[in-house]
T-cell receptor, first 112, second 113 residues
């Protein structure tokens, strides 16, 4: 099976812009979660989608949003970018809890 | 916020030596997973240990879990330069709605040739 695919791998954006990141999970996996990784805060949970419904949400402002499509692919959107949004954004795919979660290579977002 | 604390934060060893790192967590869990991350790349799944298991092996990796102490350890035996990476534990809380892994701060391991 193909692994979790995240696109793009790298992004540079300007403050105030918005960005959309994409994640294609492993075939058959219906749960997709998003995480933000920064040197200061470590790995933090953003949200999780299962069968097109958001099931869980982390403690992030409303500028961070996501969605999941019927083929389980997911997108996350960050609006009005701030310098502090610079991070590695990771997507995880799993059948459901409590199974293994498999991660993509991440999208490195730099806000200038 | 992170549920887990990992200890040590950094570890430097010679090739061939064993590396041990520990993870402590706060709430009751379904399982605990260990991951490896090479220099800013994605997380590679290493081992999942369920709350009713005490020890699990995979190749040169040995994981233990003590739910009474809310702690886990990862042992890498006969380390290689390729084991140089950051290692994270992640817990799957029992009462979380849906899937929400909570990560520790990680242990940076340097294996010197």
């Amino acid at each position: 099976k193909a692994g979790v695919t995240q696109t793009p791998r790298y992004l540079i954006k300007t403050r105030g812009q918005q960005v959309t990141l994409s994640c294609s999970p492993i075939s058959g996996h219906r749960s997709v979660s998003w995480y933000q990784q920064t040197p200061g805060q470590g790995l933090q949970f953003l949200f999780e989608y299962f069968s097109e419904t958001q099931r869980n949400k982390g403690n992030f402002p409303g500028r961070f949003s996501g969605r999941q499509f019927s083929n389980s692919r997911s997108e996350m959107n960050v609006s009005t970018l701030e310098l502090g949004d610079s991070a590695l954004y990771l997507c995880a795919s799993r059948l459901d809890s409590p199974d293994k979660a498999f991660f993509g290579q991440g999208t490195r977002l730099t806000v200038v | 916020s992170q549920q887990g604390e990992e200890d040590p934060q950094a570890l430097s060893i010679q090739e061939g030596e064993n590396a041990t790192m520990n993870c402590s967590y706060k709430t009751s869990i379904n399982n605990l997973q260990w991951y490896r991350q090479n220099s800013g790349r994605g997380l590679v799944h290493l081992i999942l240990i369920r709350s009713n298991e005490r020890e699990k092996h995979s190749g040169r990796l040995r994981v233990t879990l003590d739910t009474s102490k809310k702690s886990s350890s990862l042992l890498i035996t006969a380390s290689r330069a390729a084991d140089t990476a950051s290692y994270f534990c992640a817990t799957d809380p029992i009462k979380a709605a849906g899937n929400k892994l909570t990560f520790g701060g990680g242990t940076r391991v340097l294996v010197k040739p």
